[in-house]
């Protein structure tokens, strides 16, 4: 199936409906037994695997959180570049991304309690390669950024609820 | 090296420069050839795979980008935990951590702008095992909200720019 036609589907799908838009995600975390950073994770049929470098006290068997975080926001970049050129017929033969985020251990160990713990900063670099205008990609790039959920997450505030029993 | 040496180092570190604290992290992302939404992922020596679920015009392959975003906070709260248990002196046995987010896909698809395209809603719930009191475990969850990165990135304003070329 076609993303045009993915998007025409879930058009039709909530105009019938409109709570037929509403999603949730579901994902469990558990530390592996004997270590003290190893994060086995399960979302629906998939698992993997976090942990931090040795200089954060892990084995670096995977990406660490923030990694994943970044990475995170580079997949989402890509796959709306993907549905936002389906949508507006502008033809895209690739696209590539990378993130860097800066961020100050100050505030995750408390030493600085006037330091945020998240990234300071976060750079989006985008690689398009096709045949349309720069206008065109230009245009494309301003819906994505408007459309692209995980760049919401980062620019915006969410309301997040955490309890513990 | 326990995560106590780890923090002590770190305190030592950055006390001789502040500068030892100021951490940047890099990933690379690209469409897989002949998908829509495959994206591979690159991080330091790490590989590995994002997709969409075939309702999302994927094939299924790995979990979707918001779905790593949740999995990112998951996994930071559970080593949050593990450090700040350390650096407080609270003894844990165990932590688990389930993520739930929700989201309306009206805003990712445009079809509705007054929709945000990030999460309306996260839930955090963490089961923490260990002889501590309820309300070390409390402080502790105090401690940890404070200071775990990525809660700090969904929870407030974090600076991106996008470039595209």
């Avoid at 994902?27 to 086995?40: G, K, P, Q």
């Avoid at 399960?42 to 975080?69: C, I, K, M, S, W």
């Avoid at 997949?75 to 033809?91: E, K, M, N």
Wanted: with cysteine; hydrophobic share 40%; glycine share 6%.
């Amino acid at each position: 199936m076609s993303l045009t036609d993915v998007i025409d589907g879930t058009r039709q799908a909530v105009q019938t409906d409109r709570h037929n838009a509403a999603v949730s995600f579901s994902v469990d975390h558990a530390l592996a037994a004997n270590t003290a950073t190893v994060v086995d994770v399960r979302v629906r049929d998939h698992a993997f695997t976090v942990d931090e470098p040795p200089a954060l006290g892990g084995t670096d068997q995977a990406a660490n959180p923030v990694e994943y975080a970044l990475a995170a926001l580079g997949s989402c970049q890509v796959i709306t570049y993907q549905f936002w050129a389906a949508r507006l017929g502008i033809p895209l033969d690739s696209v590539r991304v990378k993130v860097d985020g800066d961020l100050d251990l100050h505030g995750f160990f408390g030493f600085d309690e006037s330091t945020r713990p998240g990234f300071s900063d976060v750079r989006v670099s985008v690689e398009l390669d096709g045949p349309a205008t720069p206008e065109a990609y230009d245009r494309l790039r301003r819906a994505v950024d408007e459309h692209c959920p995980v760049l919401d997450l980062f620019r915006n505030q969410t309301p997040v609820t955490t309890t513990v029993r």
